[in-house]
Nanobody
């Protein structure tokens, strides 16, 4: 059983940046797709970014492409998400997730087996 714990959320002014992290315990994440999802207030959970095992190819939602960067550190057993040029629409609880499928629909929440409890990012104007 894998456990995921997000950290690093906080309050950021519009246009600002921060980095959130997802620390994994249990099995190593090296063989897992790792994803970030978010849930804005009053909305459903949505895909943000994903990074693939080993080679580390990445995928991003169109809304964050060019502003967010996902990375993995298998030695640290962690995945990070750098968020830049934050907008009010980026305010949400951010969740990390892990999926073990060889072929994975990276943008589909149902493809991931393990989830953290989330960390909140608030954006002020």
């Amino acid at each position: 059983q894998m456990q995921l714990v997000e950290s690093g959320g906080g309050s950021v002014r519009a246009g600002g940046s921060l980095s959130v992290s997802c620390a994994a315990s249990g099995p190593p994440i090296s063989n897992y797709f790792m994803g970030w999802f978010r849930q804005p207030p009053g909305k459903e959970r949505e895909f943000v970014a994903a990074i693939r095992p080993r080679a580390g190819g990445t995928d991003y939602a169109e809304s964050v492409k060019g502003r967010f960067t996902i990375s993995r550190d298998d030695a640290r057993n962690a995945v990070d998400l750098e968020v830049n040029s934050l907008e009010s629409e980026d305010a949400a609880v951010y969740y990390c997730a892990a999926g073990s499928g060889y072929y994975l629909r990276v943008a589909a929440a149902s493809a991931y087996e393990y989830w953290g409890r989330g960390t909140r990012i608030t954006v002020s104007s």
